[in-house]
């Protein structure tokens, strides 16, 4: 593993559930519905749509916390990964077209500490809603669309201190760091996206799978 570094995407990766997607559902309307279509569709990149749908929604940072705690929880396995990550030091980070309010919270709750986070961020003014971006201009250097934080230029940056980077993603916002990651693990939209532009992938379901692939024997699976 010398040499080599692993980054993830969040939501749905690391986690059993896209917290967007479900603060979407529990907290939306049927004008949040239009918006996710028309992001399937092609019709609104995704950092657009983030700042519609903040617009939209009323809820307090303390209302916002309370649903990540308690509905947004770890996938299978990545306790034991990450343990096995920092065991053999190897630079690791998360990369999200999300928020780190959600990605803290989260990390916070299950005392996993030392994982640096690349994402965008949630600024709350009692129930209203703005979106702070990392990329601050609306530029994508594929052709998918700006998202605020971009995962290519991310890859980009890990790849000037490690010689090979292993990606882990599922869905939208990881399709412009696959053809670039030197490994990927992909599952779901992802997965259906690297099939379709003939991009090479090591399908997986949960993180216990990651760990063998990556480190050998005696990850079992306990859940």
Known sequence: MKNIGIIADFDGTITRLDSNDELFKK?????TMEIEQAVREGRINLKDAFIEHF???KLTEGEYEDFIWNNIHLAKGFREFYAHVEEMQIPFAIVSGG??????????RENIKGIKVYANRLVFNNADINVEFVNKIDEC????????NCKLKNLMD?????????????????RCIAADAD?????DGLADY????SIHFIP??????????IFGEGMENNN
């Open 204 to 213: 997986y379901n949960d993180f216990y799978d990651v760990s063998r692939l």
């Open 141 to 148: 250097i594929t052709s998918l669309g700006p998202c605020g």
């Open 158 to 174: 890990f790849k000037t201190f490690c010689k090979e980077v292993i990606f882990i993603g599922d869905g939208i916002t990881d």
């Open 27 to 31: 907290f939306g309307n049927t004008e």
């Open 99 to 108: 928020f780190t309010n959600a990605i803290d919270l989260v990390l916070k």
């Open 183 to 187: 490994i990927v693990f992909a599952k």
């Open 194 to 197: 690297c099939k379709e532009q």
């Open 55 to 57: 617009k939209r929604l």
